[in-house]
């Protein structure tokens, strides 16, 4: 069932909050030199791109919370910011030039009374280029912790609603919250974006309706999402009753980051199965067609950040801690865990599985430690608490049975570990594991094989050789982000305790050797992939998206969040009824050509023959004297006979021209080709119906379909692929195309195709005479392109006396060699009307054809 419209909410949003502090003195949209404010103006139009101020660089960063640590002082009352240099954000600065001006919007970590709130945007904006989005408190609660923290955070790693209990039910109200806090940053970008030259780069799933808002207002502003969570698979995101607000809001960016192919996949999957959208891969670079604009897809896991974390790593804190960490854990192994208290962390599944270790290797017992640091809980609610407990009473009970005076197998670290104290567990431990059931990231890892290069500082404090080997290694579940990335870790399923078990195991007991090799080439992947690469290479992406924005024509279409974006060649424009019937009626020798499906039917209607009012309708303009009117298609000769019986002067092309007829009165003439290559084709085809289900194959007198529109539709589209190279591997020295089309897979021979039927329509009406000073060809596939071509290629060839008026019209917004486009099978059917009605303005038929039309239609 398709999702409630939630445009009422975009309303509401944009016009029922309660007040939201402004950032002060009109905050200005360029920054030009530091330390003066242009107060440029942008246009109030939506489609008003344009600034006449000018300035450098910039790169506008908007993410839930601003990269600042916030503390109040009692005793002035007055608030003190810092920057956080651990926030992924700040970091990531360093993929940028030198020069590049970057401006945050975000939220704060604390929430400022609003008598203060101007005062410290203005202090935030002047020293930290930071732009406070200050959310009502009431919107806050629902939006972070009610909509983002308990239903988008949950399904998005992969836990269903399925029972009070496990996660909450969907809240339309908290949904509400989620639009106008979005609606709140939204706003706050706009007073500050110069929508020509910033580019815009949105973080994370709390504001994936963001890009929705942004394009309404800027219809070429420069766009880029990054989803630093997973992305689950199909069946388990549309569960979700917002699922196409989401989709839509992301596909309204330029570009679309995930960490991992898996993640991407699960969202091209949505696209297509969802809104029914196809993407492709172009020299490397995967884009999805929407509305005319490329939406790329971009795969490329984050990185850490090299010099912060080697700077810890030097700090005389972090010496003395290893020293320390030394003493306590002598002659004794560590394995260590850091995670947040979560339940997707996996923490009791990794302590089971140490368990499990020292009860089947009894030599580890008094030897072998697990480190658990557990980060602070992002969020409440009874699944933390849940986790939390179940923790406590593993360790506990592990303790209990191996533990000895002296020795305390598990050793829970469950408050907060500063910096240099996690750095100094990762460079002593002799194996790290990250055992999360699902994860978006994770950079434990990446922070473990840097910290166990070492430096020359901790060289010192662990006692060894600064030339001597480095070893490090990595136990990681193969459901996190960063798994793809480290083929030199030990893979696990977290759900497998005794696959987790032995995998501690194999990590422990490995040669120094293959520890070495394993590091190395961890090392040389993360050291070279750090965060400034990611950025780097992320904004090389967008800019690339976006090069052709001012290329094309763009309008905005849909209302509330199922706004889009229509993009389009300057040259590509709606074909008017009003325009076509104008030079319809100057001109007295016109050559009409149709497709059948798609263009006069429905695509996807069960019922395949025509409507009594579309027959009417062809009958008028074929029953005028100056008109030829042929119907194009794919279809057997006989179904389009039986189909269109009524219409005895209308032309038929069969089969894509392989059989054509000039009337009802005429026989059907058919190519003279070889058709041998049939009996390779047939039982090829015939397998892979039987492996597809929803799969049929179409046998016609000149041409093969498979047609895989009721399969899967990623299995369909993946069997059609393999389908498409079987064949044109067998078929390769035979007379004959394989094509790929929409939801089918076609063999037919050489030389057929819609175009020649146009050429010879035209030739034909050339040599008696009659030659047209009037053509127009209407067709929603790819075969129709031929066509266009055709008669393009004729006129510019000369190849008619004089040019004739020509309207090459595609079904659908999208690219084609076509002038014109009609949104549906109602607008073309809606156009062949009225130039019926200009033939036979009075003709009572048409009138009503009109009213029938009207009724089914309008």
């Known amino acids: 069932m398709a999702s409630r419209s939630c445009g009422n909410f975009l309303d509401l949003a944009s016009g029922d909050l309660p007040d939201v502090s402004r950032t002060p003195r009109g905050i200005p949209r360029v920054m030009t030199i530091p330390g003066i404010i242009s107060d440029g103006n942008a246009g109030s139009d939506a489609d008003s791109d344009s600034s006449t101020s000018v300035c450098r660089e910039r790169k506008i960063i908007v993410a839930n919370m601003l990269p600042l640590q916030a503390q109040k002082d009692y005793g002035t009352g007055k608030w003190r910011f810092s920057l956080d240099e651990d926030s992924l954000y700040l970091q990531l600065k360093d993929g940028f030039p030198p020069e590049t001006e970057v401006i945050y919007v975000g ?7 609003a008598n203060e709130q101007e005062e410290v945007a203005q202090r935030l904006l002047d020293d930290f280029n930071c732009v406070p989005t200050f959310l009502p408190h009431d919107i806050q609660k629902k939006f972070y912790f009610g909509f983002c923290k308990q239903q988008l955070w949950p399904l998005f790693h992969y836990m269903l609603p399925i029972c009070p209990d496990h996660g909450d039910r969907f809240d339309r109200q908290l949904w509400q919250a989620y639009v106008s806090a979005n609606k709140i940053f939204a706003d706050k970008v706009m007073e500050v974006v110069n929508p020509e030259d910033d580019f815009v780069w949105v973080h994370d799933y709390h504001l994936m309706v963001l890009p929705t808002f942004l394009r309404k207002r800027y219809h070429r502003i420069k766009l880029g999402f990054f989803l630093h969570s997973p992305f689950p698979s199909s069946e388990i995101y549309r569960t979700l009753p917002v699922r196409d607000e989401l989709l839509k809001g992301l596909l309204n960016s330029d570009l679309i980051g995930f960490h991992t192919f898996d993640y991407a996949r699960h969202f091209l999957s949505c696209c297509s199965r969802m809104l029914g959208l196809d993407y492709e891969s172009k020299r490397g670079h995967i884009g999805l067609d ?37 003493e306590q854990f002598k002659d004794k192994k560590l394995i260590l865990g850091v995670d947040d208290m979560d339940i997707f962390k996996g923490i009791s599944l990794k302590m089971l599985a140490f368990e499990q270790l020292l009860h089947q290797q009894r030599e580890f017992q008094g030897k072998l430690v697990l480190v658990q640091i557990v980060n602070p809980a992002r969020s409440s609610g009874k699944d933390v608490q849940e986790a939390k407990r179940e923790t406590y009473s593993t360790a506990k009970r592990i303790n209990e049975i191996f533990g000895c005076p002296g020795y305390e197998p598990v050793v829970l ?3 907060h570990a500063p910096r240099y104290e996690k750095t100094a567990y990762y460079a002593v431990a002799e194996c790290c594991i990250v055992n999360a059931v699902r994860d978006g990231m994770n950079l434990v890892p990446y922070k473990y094989i840097v910290c166990r290069q070492g430096s020359s500082s901790m060289d010192e404090a662990m006692g060894i050789k600064p030339d001597s080997p480095r070893t490090g290694m990595l136990v990681v579940s193969e459901f996190i982000g960063c798994s793809p990335s480290l083929s030199g870790a030990i893979r696990v399923n977290p759900w497998d305790i005794d696959a987790v078990a032995e995998a501690m195991n194999m990590a422990i007991t490995m040669s120094d050797a293959e520890k070495q090799i394993r590091h190395e080439k961890h090392y040389k ?25 001012y290329d094309k024509r763009c309008w905005g279409i849909g209302l509330g969040l199922g706004f889009r974006v229509i993009s389009l060649s300057p040259s590509f424009r709606k074909l008017s009824v009003e325009h076509i019937v104008s ?14 499906d798609g263009t006069v039917v429905p695509q996807f209607s069960m019922v395949r023959s025509p409507s009594p009012e579309v027959v009417s309708v062809l009958d008028g ?27 005895e002067k209308l032309g038929l092309a069969a089969e894509h021209g392989y059989f054509i007829r000039w009337d009802k009165t005429s026989d059907w003439e058919a190519l003279a080709v070889d058709l041998g290559w049939k009996e390779i084709v047939e039982p090829i085809m015939q397998q892979y119906t039987e492996a597809t289900d929803g799969s049929c194959m179409e046998i016609k007198d000149s ?11 990623d299995f369909g589209s993946c069997q059609a692929k393999e389908l498409l190279d079987h064949l044109e591997s067998v078929l390769a020295n035979e007379p004959v195309v394989v094509r790929r089309g929409q939801h089918i897979v076609e063999v037919k021979p050489q030389g057929v195709t819609k175009g020649l039927v146009a050429e010879k329509v035209l030739s034909m009406m050339a040599r008696d005479g009659r030659a047209p000073d009037f053509v127009m060809c209407i067709g929603d596939d790819r075969s129709d392109e031929d066509m266009f071509e055709s008669i393009l290629s004729a006129v510019s060839c000369s190849s008619l006396p004089t040019a004739p008026e020509i309207f090459a019209c595609t079904v659908g917004q999208k690219p084609s060699k076509a002038k014109y486009y009609l949104d549906d099978t109602a607008d073309v059917v809606r156009l062949l009307l009225g130039l019926a009605n200009a033939s036979d303005p009075k003709s009572r038929h048409n009138t009503q054809f009109q009213v029938a039309f009207e009724s089914a239609f309008c």
């Open 703 to 713: 041409a093969l379909v498979w047609h895989h529109q009721h399969a899967d539709p």
């Open 583 to 596: 030079a319809y009626k100057r001109t007295s020798r016109r050559a009409i050509f149709l497709d059948y």
């Open 525 to 549: 992947y993360v050291s070279s992939h750090d965060v400034a690469y990611w950025a780097r290479s992320f904004m090389q992406d967008l800019e690339r998206a976006c090069k052709d924005h």
């Open 621 to 647: 303009l074929c029953n005028d004297p100056n008109n030829t009117v042929f119907i194009v298609s794919g279809r057997d000769r006989t179904s389009l006979n039986d189909w269109l019986a009524p219409c």
């Open 290 to 326: 929407y509305f005319g604009r490329t939406v790329f897809i971009k795969i490329l896991p984050v990185g850490i950040h090299m010099g912060r974390l080697e700077s810890v790593l030097n700090l005389s804190s972090t010496c003395n801690k290893v020293k320390e960490i030394r």
């Open 107 to 113: 939220c704060l970590k604390v929430e400022i009374e």
């Open 413 to 415: 670290i469950d408050r």
